[in-house]
């Protein structure tokens, strides 16, 4: 189980996962970042709501590190992660699967020019191209991860919470690795504990 009881704090020289924290792939982005030692941010619903947490602080007890906005709906939300995050990874089972809140994801990319890249995570080839996303980002780039909720594509939280691991750990290798060469340790990165971005 992630431990989220730490007051550790992490600077804005790293990769930031956001997420609106609803179940399902953004759950898994979340919890890929703690288990990774990444810090994550993002904006939830009013109330902290999810499908799974209907009764405030819902997602914030969990994740104090997310921001409500001001309205309840997730569209707001939804919106305004992909605003502010610096590219967004949408990932869904498949081709053919499409749901209201992906879809409106990949609306806001091109609304506000963002880029969007879409991983379609049962294929085999996913891994791979999940990691190429990725690795290309900057070290201080704050990445918006969104896909389906359980309820839309049961399986979605463990399907994807592996493939974001590796590509967040293959992250952690390639920024420490011209540290190795210097002496320096990159040991501890993997701490579980609550890790939230500061600006």
């Known amino acids: 189980m992630t431990d989220h009881t730490s007051q550790d704090r992490i600077t804005k020289h790293g990769l930031r996962i956001r997420s609106g924290g609803q179940t399902g792939v953004d759950r898994a982005a979340l919890d890929a970042a703690l288990l990774t030692g990444l810090a994550y941010e993002g904006w939830c619903p009013k109330g902290g709501l999810a499908e799974d947490l209907v009764e405030p602080p819902g997602l914030l007890k969990k994740y104090p590190c997310l921001r409500e906005s001001p309205s309840q709906f997730p569209e707001q939300r939804t919106e305004w992660n992909v605003r502010d995050g610096a590219v967004t990874v949408v990932l869904v089972p498949h081709s053919q699967f499409l749901s209201p809140g992906t879809a409106f994801t990949i609306e806001c990319a091109k609304k506000y020019g963002k880029p969007c890249t879409v991983v379609h995570y049962l294929e085999d080839g996913a891994a791979a191209q999940l990691k190429d996303v990725i ?65």
């Open 135 to 199: 690795s290309a980002l900057k070290e201080n780039a704050s990445v918006n991860v969104a896909g389906p909720r359980e309820s839309e594509y049961p399986g979605a939280y463990e399907l994807c919470l592996p493939l974001l691991a590796g590509a967040f750990a293959a992250w952690r290798r390639q920024i420490s690795a011209p540290q190795a060469t210097i002496g320096k340790s990159s040991i501890g990165w993997r701490s579980k504990a609550k890790r939230c971005f500061n600006p």
